[in-house]
């Protein structure tokens, strides 16, 4: 599958990388031991320094989703898993109706951390 990430908004590219790719794992669309695109190669497809790509690659294998290793390339680390289908299928319709009502993506976020407590 395919790597698909889009660099928009005020939010460093870095972030951007790191987030979308903890999206497609959390997502089950990229699965345990897949193996990503070089640093140079995502860093070229993106536009953007590879030096960028590497910071958000090595964010990621600090927080245990990505593993890295000379020879092989980077991988999502066998230990990362997806999140319950009933949980990704919530979060797809939040997405729906937040995009229906016109609302963004950190306004949907600040109404799901309101009513989490609940």
Known sequence: MPLRIALTGSTPPADQIRDQIRGLVTTGRLGAGERLP?????SADLGVAAGTVAKAYRSLEADGVLASRIGSGTRVSTTAGAA?????ESAQGLARAGREAGVDVDEAVRVLRAVWGD
């Open 38 to 42: 070089s640093v140079r190669q995502l």
């Open 84 to 88: 319950p289908h009933a949980v990704v």
